[in-house]
């Protein structure tokens, strides 16, 4: 009797224990299931609040889209000018100086198109057309009549001008133009018109031209300066909004268009990547002659042997795929991905103006001076208003340091248009990089969200249009978009 009193206590307390330990354990997935869930809505909360630093990163791109804050003035030029009927030296329209045209009778039409490429990734605020014009002396006056056509056909009147008596070259101003975009500008069908309605003097023409004003993207902008910055830290729901940093991608080299010596230079001038010359050759030979495999992201630089994961590190941050691609350049003809001067860092700059023929020092001199200048930006390459004085060509031939076959040297790599600032057009030497820009067309946003001490990054490309999705290359037949997210 004794020993099964025993055995009852044994299995009395065994069952004790086992009941205790059952209940440790429903304790125990309570409280991992109650930490894994708080956990969870921790995630939860941190990619909310990422995505909430992209959209207010994007509002400040689209308020900015939206107003152009900041805007550039350029009178686009036209090269074309051989459709024009019986008039004498109709080449001498090109330009915008003292030459001149002649319309010699009534017949006669001034007709010139194929213009300016140098601001084809800007949003277009206004197009005005312009005529420079003046007459023949004596007899019983002209009138000109100046108009545009958008399919080489059909021309509508801007502008109906009696001439005074006087071979004095004057502007006349015509009604602007709405709705034009920059592929109906560039298209061989605009063109610009000037003929002779009345009086048997003969008119001058000067020059026919547009002044377009246009958006530009500085590091100035409201989603670049202190007052978007200072906005941050923002707190939201629980946790904060640490930043969300905008870049233009414009401000970067693009991966499928830099030619090799400019992948070389940039590569040098970020520092600590051996073999450079090595390394944007096999650049150049992954993305294949007529780039039959193109970079697809800038992480694909991965993918080349020769770039290690230091490399990638370090050069990541100066390289793109998302930038505007200005298929109208000129010096050489061909497609190329221009460089936003009034954004792009010192060693993008300075990669630039390397390869060319420059003094000992120059190419850092020069990109030194360009950071320097665009406190107040720059604006456009040429401009043919003596008051303007924020053009590139007024820059450079402000460089004390360069001669004057350096500053042509630099101008003609600088500029994507054929036609030169001035009607002596020099010789276009060197090797060829890339030419400036003035604004953005994407832009990298990089939002960081804290909950708890947790950290979680989202980085994505976004149009300042609202645009999602981009093209790598001319001819692109796929839209790509880019976000990448991770915990830190």
């Known amino acids: 009797m004794h020993n099964k009193r025993g055995f009852i206590l044994i299995l009395t307390f065994m069952f004790m224990v086992a009941l205790t330990l059952m209940v440790m354990g429903f304790l125990f997935m309570a409280s991992y299931e109650v930490k894994d869930t708080g956990a969870g809505g921790d995630d939860m909360k941190l990619l909310y609040l990422a995505d909430a630093g992209v959209d207010r990163a994007y509002r400040a791109l689209r308020d900015d889209y939206a107003t152009s804050t900041q805007t550039g003035i350029a009178d686009l030029r036209g090269s074309d000018t051989a459709l024009s009927l019986t008039m004498t030296n109709p080449a001498n329209m090109s330009y915008i100086d003292t030459l001149f045209a002649t319309i010699d009778n009534v017949a006669d039409q001034a007709i010139i198109r194929t213009f300016d490429s140098n601001y084809t990734n800007t949003r277009i605020i206004s197009v005005v057309p312009w005529v420079q014009a003046g007459r023949t002396t004596g007899g019983s006056g002209a009138t000109i009549q100046f108009s545009y056509t958008t399919d080489g056909v059909n021309y509508i009147t801007v502008l109906t001008q009696i001439l005074p008596n006087s071979a004095t070259l004057v502007n006349y101003q015509g009604t602007a133009i709405t709705g034009l975009t920059w592929s109906q500008i560039m298209s061989p069908n605009f063109r610009l018109r000037c003929m002779q309605t009345t009086g ?163 190419s850092t001199s020069i990109a030194n001076d360009i950071i320097a200048a665009r406190a107040t930006p720059f604006t456009c390459f040429y401009s043919s208003n003596a008051a303007v004085t924020t053009d590139f060509l007024d820059f450079v031939n402000a460089r004390a340091y360069l001669t004057a076959t350096e500053r042509l040297e630099v101008l003609n790599n600088a500029d994507a248009s054929i036609l030169p600032p001035v009607s002596a057009p020099g010789t276009v030497t060197g090797s060829r990089t890339t030419e400036f820009c003035y604004a953005g067309t994407a832009f990298n946003i990089n939002s960081l969200a804290r909950v708890n001490n947790r950290n979680f990054r989202v980085n994505t490309i976004r149009g300042s249009s609202g645009t999602k999705t981009f093209t790598n290359f001319v001819g692109d037949a796929t839209s790509v978009g880019y976000r990448a997210e991770n915990f830190e």
């Open 200 to 362: 048997n003097r003969n008119p001058l023409i000067g020059a026919m031209y547009l002044r377009v004003t246009y958006g530009i993207d500085t590091l100035t902008e409201s989603w670049k300066n202190a007052s978007y910055t200072a906005l941050f830290p923002i707190t939201l729901g629980g946790g904060t909004i640490q930043s969300a940093v905008i870049t233009d991608e414009a401000a970067k080299v693009h991966l499928n268009y830099a030619s090799q010596t400019l992948i070389q230079n940039l590569l040098t001038n970020i520092g600590g990547i051996a073999n450079a010359a090595t390394k944007a050759a096999d650049i150049v030979t992954y993305r294949g002659a007529g780039l039959t495999n193109p970079f697809d992201s800038v992480e694909e630089l991965q993918r080349v042997a020769s770039i290690t994961a230091a490399d990638y590190a370090a050069a990541h941050d100066y390289f793109t795929v998302y930038s505007f691609i200005n298929s109208n350049a000129n010096r050489p003809t061909a497609a190329r991905a221009p460089v936003n001067i009034n954004t792009a860092p010192f060693a993008v700059l300075k990669a630039i103006f390397d390869p060319l023929t420059l003094g000992a020092g120059d």
